[in-house]
């Protein structure tokens, strides 16, 4: 069963992206043991990466979306590619701040809003395509609209929530992104300004186990839109011990050398999966003398 539709306006002026991505956020809870908090800020953002990585052209092309925004919860980082694969890390899992004054979880607080949202696209070209933006809120989901806004001259709405179980389990996870293309008219973005300010939130939806495209039907209410494609994403990371050998073999020669001196059993934790891969010093610089 997909988890992610996009649906798209008869006239084709707008594009609704809609997920459920509890099956992702709970993956990676269960990997990070992030806190409440932090599987919230972590949460959206891997929620809002995959549905911006729909617009990846090949299987191949990865976007990563590094929001830094000097709160205690340090860097979050989600890498999405055009295979429905999604996976990230925030650098300090465990975060306890107390909520906002209207019972949310505090993400703005955790994340922060002194930084930036970047957005690196590796599309196969020679050098990826890099955008980035002030941050808004840290909440994720304004500072995503903000970014299109911004970076890339596309009105979008985007809606993104998590609800985190007092025994922090995953309850939900979900959220939608709406894009005009150029030419709406006034009346038309009126008309979804509209729809917008009717939709509950995201969460609500998916707690009353609602299909997704309820989530379309309302948001392009007066648009008879249709489906235009269905995904299948999920939390994967696609770390491997060629990929970790590679990122060794980056180093100097005489770094190397001292991590052989060191202890000769490397271990590299993944910190997508935090899978540990033993590798054998003096086995990468025999291999870094052949190249
Ligand atoms: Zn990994």
Same mark, same amino acid.
Request: aromatic content about 4%.
């Given at each position: 069963m997909s988890n992610l539709i996009r649906g798209i306006s008869e006239n084709g002026g707008a594009v609704l992206c809609a997920i459920d991505s509890t099956a992702i956020v709970r993956e990676m809870e269960r990997v990070h043991k992030t806190s409440a908090v932090t599987s919230a800020a972590l949460g959206r953002l891997l929620t809002g990466a995959a549905m911006m990585a729909?617009?990846?052209?090949?299987?191949?092309n990865t976007l990563t979306v590094r929001v830094k925004? !000097? !709160?205690?919860? !340090?860097t979050v980082l989600a890498v999405a590619n055009g295979r429905g694969e999604v996976k990230g890390y925030v650098e300090n899992p465990v975060v306890e701040i107390p909520p906002r004054a209207d019972g949310h979880l505090d993400v703005g607080g955790a994340v922060g809003c002194d930084g930036t949202l970047s957005v690196v696209q590796d599309?196969?070209?020679k050098e990826p395509y890099v955008g980035q933006v002030p941050l808004?809120?840290?909440?994720i989901a304004e500072d995503i609209t903000s970014y299109y806004a911004v970076s890339q001259q596309t009105p979008t709405v985007c809606a993104l929530g998590v609800l985190v179980n007092?025994?922090?389990?995953?309850?939900r996870a979900g959220g939608y992104m709406l894009q005009l293309l150029p030419g709406a008219t006034e009346e038309e973005i009126t008309r979804l300004e509209k729809n917008i300010a009717a939709m509950p939130a995201v969460t609500t939806f998916l707690e009353e186990e609602r299909p997704l495209t309820d989530i379309m039907e309302m948001v392009l209410d007066g648009f008879n839109p249709n489906i235009l494609d269905e995904q299948e994403v999920v939390y994967r990371c696609d770390c491997s011990k060629e990929r970790v050998e590679r990122a060794l073999l980056s180093m100097s020669r005489d770094e190397l050398q001292k991590l052989a001196d060191e202890d000769p059993n490397v271990e590299v934790c993944c910190q997508f999966c935090d899978k540990v891969w033993q590798l054998d010093a003096h086995e990468l610089l025999a291999e870094k003398d052949a190249q």
């Open positions: 729909t617009y990846l052209k090949s299987e191949d925004g !000097g !709160g205690p919860a !340090g599309i196969g070209m808004v809120s840290g909440e007092p025994d922090l389990s995953i309850r």
